[in-house]
């Protein structure tokens, strides 16, 4: 019996891989232009990098205005669909989306299976506190965390605070929740999402985000592994955007003096060395 189910969850998996395998085009950009839609795996609950708009009821942000860039230049339409942190890896590699533009750090573990764009944005990992009750990194010792599965925060918090209990949401609006909740104590992840969150709160002014940053985190587009056209494409059309303006224009709309997320960019889009 034990044999039959051993040869039979062979079976599937053979068939969950080929299919995966079948599904995955391995030139992206010669197959978007073919069914003229770019499918881009994006998040919809963190502004302002991918958050729904009240009035349009559509999905807007900094990672989209890069989608549409992209999609623009190849002269396709955008499709977005929804991702979680833990989900976006899966499904670029099942092929249900041709890119991934969702707050997705570059780092050598994921660039094992994945392909990444030049840095597009750059950010730190920090956490979100009562007022006051957070200094230094200490302070956070044998504390309840709540980040996102899947995530770079996960893991980073992790190590730089072994005795911390840490929650993983499937997404940090539902970790934001716990913290106001009382059930965890601070939430972590880059700073450039805790800001988002912060300015979006009725509550904001019971929290902060103390000075206190655990880790580098550059973002980059996610493309399929090996999917060598299309990253070309990509990463030449973000340094076209660089160098025209657009780029900067794009983080002065949702980052700007005049705007609730109001940061510095302290990066520009460079090719990766
Ligand atoms: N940038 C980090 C990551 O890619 C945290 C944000 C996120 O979960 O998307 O894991």
């Known amino acids: 019996m034990k044999k039959v189910a051993a040869i039979l969850s062979l079976t599937a998996l053979v068939a969950i891989s080929a299919k995966a395998f079948a599904a995955a085009p391995a030139d992206t950009l010669a197959e978007v232009k073919k069914k003229g839609v770019l499918v881009a795996g994006v998040k919809d609950s963190l502004p302002p990098f991918g958050y729904i708009d009240e009035k349009t009821r559509t999905i807007i942000g900094y990672d989209i205005d890069f989608v549409n860039a992209i999609a623009k230049k190849l002269g396709v339409k955008v499709e977005l669909k929804p991702v979680t942190s833990a989900s976006r890896m899966p499904q670029l590699q099942e092929g249900n989306i041709d890119m991934i533009a969702a707050t997705m750090t570059k780092n050598p573990e994921r660039a094992k299976q994945i392909d990444f764009s030049h840095?597009?944005?750059f950010t730190g990992q920090k956490f979100i506190t009562k007022k006051g009750?957070?200094?230094?990194?200490?302070?956070?010792?044998?504390?309840?965390?709540?980040?996102?599965?899947?995530?770079?925060?996960?893991?980073?918090?992790?190590?730089?605070?072994?005795?911390?209990?840490?929650?993983?949401?499937?997404?940090?609006?539902?970790?934001?929740?716990?913290?106001?909740?009382?059930?965890?104590?601070a939430v972590t992840t880059d700073e450039a999402i805790l800001a988002g969150i912060l300015a979006k709160s009725p509550e904001k002014g019971k929290f902060e985000i103390p000075k206190v940053q655990i880790s580098d985190e550059p973002y980059g587009l996610g493309m399929r592994k090996g999917d060598k056209n299309f990253v070309d494409f990509v990463n030449k059309t973000i340094l076209e955007m660089e160098k025209s303006g657009e780029a900067k224009k794009i983080f002065d709309k949702w980052f700007g003096p005049?705007?609730?997320?109001?940061?510095?960019r302290n990066f520009k889009i460079t090719a990766d060395k």
Do not use: C, M
């Open 133 to 185: 009750s957070v200094k230094a990194l200490k302070d956070l010792d044998g504390k309840r965390i709540g980040t996102a599965k899947g995530s770079t925060s996960e893991q980073n918090v992790k190590k730089a605070i072994p005795t911390a209990t840490v929650l993983s949401f499937d997404d940090y609006p539902q970790a934001f929740l716990a913290l106001q909740q009382g059930k965890v104590q």
């Open 258 to 264: 005049k705007t609730d997320f109001h940061l510095q």
């Open 119 to 121: 840095t597009y944005f």
